[in-house]
Structures are given as C-alpha cells and as structure tokens.
Nanobody
C-alpha cells in the first residue's frame, strides 16, 4: 500500500522557518517527481515546488522562489521543503504529491497526479 505522510507543519511567526517532510512507504521516491502544493482557506490548491525524478531538477512558484528549498534524501525515502522567511500569506495546508512523469509539476493537472499525502497545516502569525 502506497502512503505519503507529511509532517513538520505548525505555528510560526512571520520571518521564521519550518521544514516539512514527505515520507513515503510502498514506493521509491527517487523514481518519482515529487511536489509540494498548498491550499489556503477559500483559495484553490496551488503549486509550490517540485523536484524531478532521478535528475533532481527543482522548480518553484514565483511566490516562494528564494525562500523555499525542496530537496530529497534517498536514503530515507523522504522529500523535504525548507521554508524560510515565512510570510502571512504562506498560511495553508501543505500537501506532497508524487508522480511517475518528469518535469515541473506546475504544469501537471492536480487531479492526474499519482499519489497524494494527507496534508499538514502551516500557520504563519504576525
């Protein structure tokens, strides 16, 4: 059974940092493109960042470029999202997703992604 489990969310002050983890069981993440998406209250789910299968190319939404870093640790089958200089508008539920295709997940239809985690809440306070 395939599972993606996010962790690391929480409450942080603006300007602070959090590191989210996406741990997989039942599939090998290095063979998948893995992305982070978020959904704020009343808004649509949006792409945040992704890392491509095998080669490890990274892609970011303009809103997080320079502040967030996506990375993977193949030894523990986990993908991370390091979030620095957090802003109020980063408040959302963050989801990780994995897909067999290569390239940026910003161009992939969300409904077509192979696997999703359950999400982790990130709240940035002033």
């Amino acid at each position: 059974q395939v599972q993606l489990v996010e962790s690391g969310g929480g409450l942080v002050q603006a300007g602070g940092s959090l590191r989210l983890s996406c741990a997989a069981s039942g599939l090998t993440l290095r063979l998948k493109s893995v992305g982070w998406f978020r959904q704020a209250p009343g808004k649509e789910q949006e792409f945040v960042a992704s890392i491509s299968r095998m080669g490890g190319s990274t892609y970011y939404a303009d809103s997080v470029k320079g502040r967030f870093t996506i990375s993977r640790d193949n030894a523990v089958n986990t993908v991370y999202l390091q979030m620095n200089s957090l802003k109020l508008e980063d408040t959302a539920v963050y989801y990780c997703a994995a897909d067999r295709r290569s390239g940026s997940m910003s161009t992939m239809a969300l409904a077509g992604l192979d696997y999703w985690g359950q999400g982790t809440q990130v709240t940035v306070s002033s």
